[in-house]
C-alpha cells in the first residue's frame, strides 16, 4: 500500500469519530454560500468580462464568438468555484486544522515529541501566500486554456499545489524542526502533491467539492505525522535546558 494510500484510509477511519464531522462542514457550508453567491451575481458579469479579454476576444474576431462564450462560460465557473474552494481552505487551514491536528496526533501518534512552533501568526501567512501565489499564476496561465487539454489540467494542478503548500506545512509546524521539515519536503514532494492532486480531482465535483479542504487537512495530517515518525525512526526524546535531543533506540 502507498505512504498516499494509506493516509486516506487513515482519514477515513478518523471520520468514524462523530465530532470530526463538525469540523469537517464548516467550512463547507461557508464555502457553499461564497459558491451559490458569486454563482447568483456575479456568473453572467464574469462571462460578458473574459469574451472581452484576449484570448477571447481574438476568437470573437476571427468569428467564432460561440467558441469564446463557451471557453468563457467554463472560465467563469472555474473562477466561482475556485473563490469558493480557496475560502474553505483559509477556513480550514487557519481555523480547523489546529483541532484535526490535536484530535490525529494524540489518537495515532501520540509517541511523538512536539518539536516545533505552534504559530497561528506563521499558519496564516503560510495561508496567504499560498492564496496569493495560486491567484496570480492561476490568472497568468488562463492563455494556455485554449491548448487542447489544459483547461481541464491547469485548475486540478493549481489546485493540487496550493492544497500541498497550504496543508502539509501546517500538520508538520507543530511537530517538526526546521531541519526535519526540509527533509521532509525534499523526500516526498511529489507524493504530497500526488495527494493534492486526488483531492483537487474531488474539488472539482459541486457542492461535494466543498468539503474537501477539510478531507485535505485530515490527509495531509495523516501523511505527514507518519512520515515524520518514520524519519525518527522511533527516537525518544529527552530535553536538557531548551535544547531537544533525539537519541535512536537500541
Known amino acids: ?27 463547507a457550508v461557508l464555502g457553499l454560500l461564497v459558491w451559490v453567491g458569486l454563482a447568483v451575481f456575479s456568473l453572467e458579469w464574469l462571462i460578458a468580462s473574459l469574451v472581452e479579454q484576449p484570448p477571447l476576444s481574438w476568437l470573437a474576431g476571427w468569428g467564432v464568438l460561440w467558441l469564446a462564450k463557451l471557453a468563457a462560460a467554463l472560465g467563469g465557473w472555474l473562477l466561482i468555484l475556485a473563490a469558493a474552494f480557496v475560502t474553505a481552505m483559509l477556513l480550514a487551514a487557519i481555523f480547523v486544522m489546529p483541532l484535526l491536528l490535536e484530535v490525529v496526533s494524540s489518537t495515532d501518534y501520540p509517541e511523538l515529541a512536539r518539536l516545533g512552533k505552534d504559530s497561528l501568526a506563521g499558519a496564516v501567512v503560510n495561508s496567504l501566500v499560498a492564496v496569493l501565489v495560486f491567484t496570480v ?23 493540487a499545489w496550493l492544497t500541498r503548500r497550504t496543508f502539509a506545512y501546517d500538520a ?37 467539492g466543498l468539503l474537501t479542504p477539510t478531507l ?13 515518525r518514520r524519519l525518527r525512526q522511533g527516537a525518544v526524546v529527552t530535553v536538557i535546558g531548551q535544547q531537544p535531543i533525539l537519541k535512536e533506540l537500541r
Not at 14 to 27: A, N, Y
Not at 216 to 228: F, Q, S, V, W
Open 1 to 27: 500500500m502507498t505512504d498516499v494510500g494509506l493516509a486516506l484510509l487513515r482519514s477515513i477511519k478518523t471520520l468514524g469519530q462523530g465530532r470530526v464531522w463538525l469540523l469537517v462542514f464548516g467550512p
Open 137 to 159: 499564476g492561476w490568472l497568468l496561465t488562463l492563455p494556455l486554456w485554449l491548448i487542447p487539454g489544459l483547461a481541464l489540467l491547469l485548475p486540478v494542478l493549481w489546485m
Open 172 to 208: 508538520l509546524s507543530v511537530h517538526a524542526t526546521v531541519d526535519e521539515w526540509r527533509l521532509l519536503r525534499r523526500q516526498h514532494g511529489f507524493p504530497m502533491l500526488l495527494l493534492g492532486v486526488i483531492l483537487a480531482l474531488l474539488a472539482h465535483i459541486p457542492v461535494i
Open 216 to 228: 485535505a487537512a485530515l490527509a495531509y495530517t495523516h501523511y505527514c505525522l507518519e512520515a515524520l
